[in-house]
T-cell receptor, first 117, second 115 residues
Framework: AQKITQTQPGMFVQEKEAVTLDCTYDTSDPSYGLFWYKQPSSGEMIFLIYQGSYDQQNATEGRYSLNFQKARKSANLVISASQLGDSAMYFCAMNPREDNYGQNFVFGPGTRLSVLP | DTEVTQTPKHLVMGMTNKKSLKCEQHMGHRAMYWYKQKAKKPPELMFVYSYEKLSINESVPSRFSPECPNSSLLNLHLHALQPEDSALYLC??????????????FGPGTRLTVL
């Protein structure tokens, strides 16, 4: 069965510093997508970044980048120059199957990031 | 525009009430989802509509009844809920693409309290 592991329940980072949030996954499917979402205390799940399993380059979106190591089955999120507004819960997720339409979207347990002034 | 809207933002209901949650998207997405999220937990999938047909029902109790009137709208009808159904209910939509590339975009959620 597909599974996502996020080993850091909580993380602290100083404002303006970079932080890495860990994500490892387990799947036997050859084609899959990996996603990171941010959920502030307001509740909305905000899509941050996507990495496809066949993508040669690591994905980047502004201050967010994804450190994708396929052989190690890891997809860590790097946030550069942290801001106070980055304080939130972060979920790693996987869309594992080649022939489905998102039914098996699997979420990790989440990491709560707190940015300190 | 990657906006999914949900109404109401907050809902308090008694166990004998009937209420509905509404979700709307205008991104031309053909898949829509309902999730339930308890505090400090990841979202749990409840229902998936693909091209306006119910394709997934994750063993959800019948007191939750989904409806997809058209490709832009998704409702969740609630009846005779229990206090343990209190949670954040999230709606999401996606293009409905194969190959693991299908990004889901979420609405702001409805915080439901059952008394």
């Amino acid at each position: 069965a597909q599974k996502i592991t996020q080993t850091q329940p909580g993380m602290f980072v100083q404002e303006k510093e970079a932080v890495t949030l860990d994500c490892t996954y387990d799947t036997s499917d050859p084609s899959y997508g990996l996603f990171w979402y941010k959920q502030p205390s307001s509740g909305e799940m905000i899509f941050l970044i996507y990495q496809g399993s066949y993508d040669q380059q690591n994905a980047t979106e502004g201050r967010y980048s994804l450190n994708f190591q396929k052989a190690r089955k890891s997809a860590n999120l790097v946030i550069s120059a942290s801001q106070l507004g980055d304080s939130a819960m972060y979920f790693c997720a996987m869309n594992p199957r080649e022939d489905n339409y998102g039914q098996n979207f699997v979420f990790g347990p989440g990491t709560r990031l707190s940015v300190l002034p | 525009d990657t906006e999914v809207t949900q109404t109401p933002k907050h809902l308090v209901m008694g166990m004998t009430n009937k209420k509905s949650l509404k979700c709307e998207q205008h991104m031309g997405h053909r898949a829509m989802y309902w999730y339930k999220q308890k505090a400090k937990k990841p979202p749990e999938l409840m229902f998936v509509y693909s091209y306006e047909k119910l394709s997934i029902n994750e063993s959800v109790p019948s007191r939750f009844s989904p409806e997809c009137p058209n490709s832009s709208l998704l409702n969740l009808h609630l009846h005779a809920l229990q206090p343990e159904d209190s949670a954040l209910y999230l709606c999401a939509s996606s293009h409905g693409l194969a190959g693991g590339t299908d990004t889901q975009y979420f609405g702001p959620g409805t915080r439901l309290t059952v008394l």
